[in-house]
């Protein structure tokens, strides 16, 4: 079965220190893959998207993600985070090898962001 | 431009009651989505309309219905609301089925 794993619910970073928040899927071969982040209170806003090509993404607030087909992983990193980055974060991942519409998000990973 | 907008923004409702959350979107899109999301349960598509005069069941559809009255609105239905049905509602719209999906505020529900 189709599914999104992002294995940490919780973490907790300094302000300043580098990021990184795991996403795993497990997808046919053709996938589609965001990061959303979401405040308090606030909808989703897409921070990056993979579609094809160049597997390393730039995306908004300073953030990237890498593509790893062999890893069925797209890892979102930032090297130095700020406080205003506190928020859940979540990975969504679509196949476009089927006629589905449906995007499968992660359960999402809480960032909280220490002085 | 407003993207994808909802009504109402919060909503109290007793077990039994009916009620309707609206959708719009002005970005031409020929494709939406109602997501509900639950604590720890991530976003789970309720049903979506992949274009106008069509509609189709997601993952969680039951206990809700939908209409998609034009290209721009598409709005979902608790025709008796239940308990398990409080929860954050989002509206999403992309161009289409391999495109980014957009989303709104969101809508609070309590039902109780």
């Known amino acids: 079965a189709q599914s999104v794993t992002q294995p940490d619910i919780h973490i907790t970073v300094s302000e300043g220190a580098s990021l990184e928040l795991r996403c795993n899927y497990s997808?046919?071969?053709?996938?589609?893959l965001f990061w959303y982040v979401q405040s308090p209170g606030q909808g989703l806003q897409l921070l990056l998207k993979?579609?094809?090509?160049?597997?390393l993404v730039q995306g908004i607030k300073g953030f990237e993600a890498e593509f790893k087909r062999s890893q069925s992983s797209f890892n979102l990193r930032k090297p130095s985070v700020h406080w205003s980055d506190a928020a859940e974060y979540f990975c969504?991942?679509?196949?476009?090898?089927?006629?589905?519409?449906?995007?499968?998000f992660g359960k999402g990973t809480s960032l909280l962001v220490t002085p | 431009n407003a993207g994808v907008t909802q009504t109402p923004k919060f909503q109290v409702l007793k077990t039994g009651q009916s009620m309707t959350l609206q959708c719009a979107q002005d970005m031409n899109h020929n494709s939406m989505y109602w997501y509900r999301q639950d604590p720890g349960m991530g976003l789970r598509l309720i049903y979506y309309s992949a274009s106008e005069g069509t509609t189709d069941k997601g993952e969680v559809p039951n206990g809700y219905n939908v209409s998609r009255l034009n290209k721009r609105e598409f709005s979902l239905r608790l025709e008796s609301a239940a308990p398990s049905q409080t929860s954050v509602y989002f509206c999403?719209?992309?161009?289409?089925?391999?495109?980014?999906?957009?989303f709104g505020p969101g809508t609070r529900l309590l039902v109780l």
């Open positions: 997808y046919g071969a053709t996938p589609y």
């Open positions: 999403a719209s992309s161009g289409g089925r391999v495109e980014t999906q957009y």
């Open positions: 993979y579609f094809s090509g160049d597997t």
């Open positions: 969504a991942v679509g196949d476009r090898s089927n006629s589905g519409y449906a995007l499968n």
